[in-house]
Nanobody, 117 residues
Framework: QVQLVESGGGLVQPGGSLRLSCAAS????????MGWFRQAPGKPRELVAT???????NYADSVKGRFTISRDNAKNTVSLQMNSLKPEDAAVYYC???????????WGQGTQVTVSS
């Protein structure tokens, strides 16, 4: 069974930075597109960023220029560097994985990000 474990969440002040990590196991990691989602109370689930098997990133407009997604195929990890954080970035962040042309199906447990002064 594919396992994804997120970490790195916490409490930061507006304008601060946080780096999230997702460790994958029981997966042929380099065959999967990886993504980060977030879910805030009262808001729809949002796909924040993706990174393809070839390393090409894509970002939601709301985070472009502030967030950076990366992957380390040797360590089976995907990271999300979040800079210039805003209160509206607060959410539970989840990583996920899909094969090319597939659907998102492997959810982690999530990590809470709180942005507050």
């Amino acid at each position: 069974q594919v396992q994804l474990v997120e970490s790195g969440g916490g409490l930061v002040q507006p304008g601060g930075s946080l780096r999230l990590s997702c460790a994958a196991s029981r997966i042929k990691f380099n065959a999967y597109t990886m993504g980060w989602f977030r879910q805030a109370p009262g808001k729809p689930r949002e796909l924040v960023a993706t990174i393809t098997t070839g390393g090409s990133p894509n970002y939601a407009d709301s985070v472009k220029g502030r967030f950076t997604i990366s992957r380390d195929n040797a360590k089976n990890t995907v990271s999300l560097q979040m800079n210039s954080l805003k209160p509206e970035d607060a959410a539970v962040y989840y990583c996920n994985a899909r094969i090319t042309r597939g659907t998102w199906e492997y959810w982690g447990q999530g990590t809470q990000v709180t942005v507050s002064s």
